[in-house]
């Protein structure tokens, strides 16, 4: 399967390059547009969370995001002071069930991982950056509370890698739910449906012992 999450490098869930093949379909990617993306009207906020190099920002926006601009998979929080754009196609949404990601984002934390790069945000200056851990820091919209994205600072095989919250999504079309990641703290309250890959939390950890740190 062509990896459409990490671009140039590999996905951190061992989807795509070297990985065992996931045996479902992939749909057409959300977002994948046809007109080449202009040179964005961008700047650099001056005031970002500390630790954060500039090479692994988004593109920071003046103006908000148009819903579909350019044909691309755009989003925006519940006030749209916060609003994004993915300049990488992708098809797959990952399903955290680890007790942090329950609480940030107040149930399964649903969610989109690309390179930060690859990605333009209007309204950065308006997200709060709460560091969760030495690995990731989460975002929010000071206005209205919505959990927008999480940042990761590590492992190397995360670092400036981002997931957004899938529910911020303007449209979902093409997309499906590739994996369960940390299945084995998931509460028994709620399940999922339909072939995925199920990744437990000593998986997972054993995926980013072998990739360093």
Known sequence: ?????AGAGKCPFGFGGEARPVT?????????????????????HLSTAPGTAR?????LLRDPVPEGENGL???????????????????????????????????????????????AFAGWDNLVHYQVSEREVSCFCSTC?????TRYLAPDVM???????????????????????????????????GERRVINTAELEAMFAGRGR
């Open 1 to 5: 399967m062509k990896d459409e999450t």
């Open 24 to 44: 479902v379909s992939t749909p057409k990617p959300a977002g994948a547009g046809s007109a080449a993306v202009a040179e964005a009207d961008g700047y650099r």
């Open 55 to 59: 090479d692994k920002l988004p593109d």
């Open 73 to 119: 998979a755009t989003g925006r929080c519940l006030c749209g002071k916060v609003s994004f754009r993915s300049n990488q196609p992708f098809s797959m949404v990952f399903a955290s069930h680890d007790a942090v990601s329950r609480k940030r984002s107040g149930g399964v934390a649903l969610t989109i991982m690309l390179r930060a790069g690859s990605t």
């Open 145 to 149: 509370g919505t959990p927008v994205l």
């Open 159 to 193: 670092s400036g890698m981002i997931s957004l919250s899938a529910g911020l999504l303007d449209r979902t079309g093409g997309l499906r739910l590739a994996a369960d990641i940390s299945h084995d703290e998931k509460p028994d309250f709620y399940a999922f449906e």
